[in-house]
Structure formats: C-alpha cells, structure tokens
C-alpha cells in the first residue's frame, strides 16, 4: 500500500469514527452505505415506519450524484451575478405589484423591504417557477450516507476528475465536507419527519434542490420548523402558497438579524440563508434597483 493511501485510510477510520466506540458495531460487521445510514438513523431513535419510507424513497442511482453536488460544489465559489438582468427587474417589479398587500403586511410586521423579498424569491426560484426536481427525503437520506468509506473514497475520486492537479489540496476538505454533509443530513431528516409525520403521500410527492431545499423560498426542512409562517391560524405554513412564502421569508430575515437601514445588519442575515457572498451582493443590488425605479416613477 503506498503512503499515500496509507494516510488516506488512517484519515478516513480517524473521521468516519471506526476507531470509536460509536461505530464499532458497524465497523465488525462491514455494512453497506444504505445499511450504514439506517444504524444511524436507529441509534437517533427515529421511527421504523419513517425508516421504512426514507428506504422506499431512495433512488440509489441519484445518490452519487447528489453528494458530489453537495460535498464537492461547494469547493467552487458560486456565481449569481447572472440572476441580475432587466428581465430581472422586470418580473421582480411586475411580483411586487401583483402581491403589494401581503408584501405592504410583511413590511409593516417585519421591516422587510418589499424589493428585497421580491429580490429572494427571484433569484431563489424565479418566483415560483423553478423549485427543483430532486426528491427532498431521498437528498437527505443519500446524504446521510456521505461519510461511508467506500463513498468518501468514491468523492474523492470524482474531485480528482473535477480539480486536476489539484486533488492533494482538496483531499481533507472533501473528507470534512462529507462528514459535515452527513451530520446535517441526518438533523435535516429530524426535522422532515416533524413535518411530515404520518403524511407518508405529501412526503413522497414532496421535490426541491439538490440540497434539499423546498418551496418558493427554498426552506430546508429545519428551517421550516423554525421560522415557516402562516397568516392562517387553522393550517399549517404551505410553501407554495404566495401569503405564506412571504410571511415565512419576512419572519426568517428578521428573525435572523435584518434590521432596517443597517446594511451590514442586513448582509448578516441574508448570509444565513445562503452563506454566499456572491448571493447577498445580486439580491441587494436587484433590490436597490427597484427602490430607484420606484423612486425616478413617484418623481414624473
């Protein structure tokens, strides 16, 4: 075995855990990613009938796809600048008049500018239009799966293939990124089945990003569970409603520090939902847009 692999080995056991006593079941008995996954899940004391769904539910010829998505997208820096068009502008502009009450509500309740959730939602999923086609539970539940050996050693591969010449540098990052990836996932799936419990229908129907985001606003399932808001008291938040999608973003943004009129306060918050710096720039930028477009229309 060259040192190379050596090293490999030795970081991975040190990572994956199998020298710990919390893995030590599974390491005797050598199981697969999927079985792996399932330890997992049992040791949290989730539900065999949620179990049973999430098994029922995995595409396990998506799964290598979407962990090279996950764990390996994120070593490229994104770019949104392409979210930023006079199409752009239009559509925003064209949203804001078409939901002006709801958007004037969540203003007033929230101090949510109406060109910035306008601004969110367009680069989010086009206002609806774009919500992704990967199914939530199966994201989340290959996911969890990310830090087996043989699926460690198969990411590793493939950023070798995506990164060349650069696969030593990015040989450690991969490995942290497919435990981190693994560990949220398992979280994420928590709260999936909080949500929807005993609705075994809606959770298969149920479809979003490649990260498992769902909705108009792109929720992942624990943010859901924190800051999803209704203007309805007899119902649950529905993401694909417009009411409720522009309660839950106004609620998410304030909870999470924006604050009118401090920009760096409102950077902070928006970093939190979609840690890319490149993400906060386009929806501020698409935002101060429309306010001057409002602005020059109040002026003729």
């Known amino acids: 075995m060259r040192c190379a692999d050596l090293r490999l080995l030795i970081t991975i056991c040190l990572y994956w855990g199998v020298c710990t006593s919390a893995y030590s079941a599974e390491a005797s008995l050598n199981p697969g990613?999927?079985?792996?996954?399932?330890?997992?899940?049992?040791?949290?004391?989730?539900?065999?009938?949620?179990?049973?769904?999430?098994?029922?539910l995995h595409i396990p010829e998506d799964r290598d796809r979407i962990i090279e998505l996950n764990v390996l997208g994120g070593l490229a820096t994104a770019d949104y600048s392409g979210h930023y068009s006079k199409r752009a502008l239009k559509r925003c502009a064209d949203f804001i008049k078409?939901?002006?009450?709801?958007?004037?509500?969540?203003?007033?309740?929230?101090?949510?500018?109406?060109?910035?959730?306008?601004?969110?939602?367009?680069?989010?999923?086009?206002?609806?239009?774009?919500?992704?086609?990967?199914?939530?539970?199966?994201?989340?539940?290959?996911?969890?799966?990310?830090?087996?050996?043989?699926?460690?050693?198969?990411?590793?591969?493939?950023?070798?293939?995506?990164?060349?010449?650069?696969?030593?540098?990015?040989?450690?990052?991969?490995i942290e990124r497919s435990l981190t990836k693994a560990n949220w996932a398992k979280n994420e799936l928590l709260s999936l089945d909080v949500v929807f419990r005993g609705k075994p229908g809606r959770l298969m129907m149920l479809s979003g990003s490649h990260s498992g985001a769902f909705g108009i606003p792109?929720?992942?399932?624990?943010?859901?569970?924190?800051?999803?808001?209704t203007p309805s008291k007899t119902r649950k938040p529905d993401l694909f409603k417009i009411?409720?999608?522009?309660?839950?973003?106004?609620?998410?943004?304030?909870a999470n520090g924006w604050i009118h009129g401090d920009e760096a306060a409102q950077r902070t918050a928006l970093f939190h939902y979609n840690r890319a710096q490149g993400y906060v720039d386009?929806?501020?930028?698409?935002?101060?847009?429309?306010?001057s477009q409002g602005k020059a229309g109040k002026s003729r």
């Not at 990613?33 to 029922?56: H, M, R, T, Y």
């Not at 009411?243 to 304030?254: G, R």
């Not at 386009?282 to 306010?291: F, G, P």
């Open 98 to 174: 078409k939901y002006r009450k709801d958007l004037k509500k969540a203003e007033k309740t929230f101090g949510i500018s109406k060109e910035v959730i306008a601004a969110l939602l367009w680069v989010e999923t086009k206002h609806g239009k774009i919500t992704g086609r990967y199914n939530v539970a199966n994201v989340f539940f290959s996911l969890l799966q990310a830090d087996h050996p043989e699926v460690i050693k198969s990411s590793l591969v493939a950023g070798a293939a995506k990164f060349p010449g650069r696969g030593e540098e990015y040989r450690q990052k991969i």
């Open 243 to 254: 009411n409720d999608v522009i309660q839950s973003v106004a609620f998410y943004l304030k």
């Open 282 to 291: 386009v929806i501020l930028k698409i935002a101060a847009a429309l306010q």
């Open 218 to 229: 792109q929720f992942i399932p624990s943010s859901y569970v924190q800051w999803a808001r």
């Open 33 to 56: 990613p999927v079985d792996f996954a399932v330890n997992k899940l049992k040791k949290a004391e989730v539900s065999e009938g949620f179990i049973l769904q999430l098994q029922q």
